[in-house]
């Protein structure tokens, strides 16, 4: 069955360090998503990206964070400069179309030091 | 942000027992209703859904109950199985938008 992958499964980074974080949806798949899960806490939307532009952000979503698709496979999510709140497993999402169940990845736990 | 509620967070089951589990909204918008399966360092697997337009759907072991008028969903195991303990997430979404808005969770244990 196709799935969701995402790279790296943990990343640790220094405060005020770039982050990448991958993705490669189901590949008929035309929207893609972002949320994440601080521990303790519940999975939160963080942006849909439909048709190359985000369609839905959510207020978490600041200036500090950016999503592209830079080719036909891949799903990114940048974080510019990291805060030690950014700590969290960021899972990746996708699904065929808005009205469809989304299908998630396995998560990339991501570390501030 | 307690649009979803799962109140109960922790359930444990006899196999070969129905299971059920709870969910609670209380966003009128919301329109399509689904369960989450999630295994530690997994990510989370999709179950089962429901639209507004119905008030059931069963698929296989898996059914889901919508009552609109008391904002209430519940999944039902049945029979429980041991491979069935997990973490399990109700979410919904309204309209529109593409956003999920989770619950907390409730964790199953299914007692062989």
């Known amino acids: 069955e196709p799935e969701v992958t995402q790279t790296p499964s943990h990343q640790v980074t220094q405060m005020g360090q770039e982050v990448i974080l991958r993705c490669v949806p189901i590949s008929n798949h035309l929207y893609f998503y972002w949320y994440r899960q601080i521990l303790g806490q519940k999975v939160e939307f963080l942006v849909s990206?439909?048709?190359?532009?985000?369609?839905?952000k959510s207020e978490i979503f600041d200036d500090q964070f950016s999503v592209e698709r830079p080719d036909g496979s891949n799903f990114t999510l940048k974080i510019r400069s990291t805060k030690l709140e950014d700590s969290a497993m960021y899972f990746c999402?996708?699904?065929?179309?808005?009205?469809?169940?989304?299908?998630f990845g396995d998560g990339t736990r991501l570390s501030i030091l | 942000d307690q649009q979803v509620k799962q109140n109960s967070p922790s359930l444990s089951v006899q196999e070969g027992r129905i299971s059920i589990l709870n969910c609670d909204y209380t966003?009128?918008?919301?329109?399509?209703f689904l369960w989450y399966k999630k295994y530690p360092a997994e990510g989370p697997t999709f179950l089962i859904s429901?639209?507004?337009?119905?008030d059931k759907n069963e698929d296989g072991r898996f059914t889901v109950f919508l009552n609109k008028s008391a904002k209430h969903l519940s999944l039902h195991i049945v029979p429980s199985q041991p491979g069935d303990s997990a973490v399990y997430f109700c979410?919904?979404?309204?309209?529109?938008?593409?956003?999920?808005?989770f619950g907390k969770g409730i964790t199953l244990s299914v007692r062989p």
């Open positions: 966003n009128s918008m919301f329109d399509y």
């Open positions: 429901i639209s507004s337009i119905k």
């Open positions: 990206f439909y048709n190359n532009e985000i369609s839905e």
């Open positions: 999402a996708s699904s065929p179309d808005n009205n469809q169940p989304q299908h």
């Open positions: 979410a919904a979404k309204g309209g529109a938008n593409s956003k999920l808005t």
